[in-house]
């Protein structure tokens, strides 16, 4: 916690490594992952699963261009 820049209080609460028992510090890092590539692949895969049950509920469908 900060008060005009000043850091007035640093705590850290639990384990850094649960195998080892390594408690946590103020000073430890974490790497933080990226979910950008996760959700694109997410969204990806529920439309091409659109389509796919799309093509299959009308045989047809698919061919002309989703024509109905």
């Not at 705590?11 to 946590?24: I, K, R, V, Y």
């Not at 990806?44 to 659109?50: D, I, K, T, V």
């Not at 799309?54 to 024509?67: D, H, L, Q, V, Y």
Request: proline share 1%; with cysteine.
């Amino acid at each position: 916690m900060t008060r005009r820049g000043e850091v007035i209080a640093e705590h850290a609460f639990g384990l850094a490594n649960l195998d080892t028992g390594e408690t946590l510090t103020p000073r430890r890092r974490f790497r933080i992952a990226s979910t950008r590539r996760y959700v694109r692949w997410k969204r990806r895969a529920s439309l091409a699963l659109y389509f796919i049950s799309a093509c299959t509920s009308s045989r047809n469908a698919c061919r002309e261009g989703s024509r109905e």
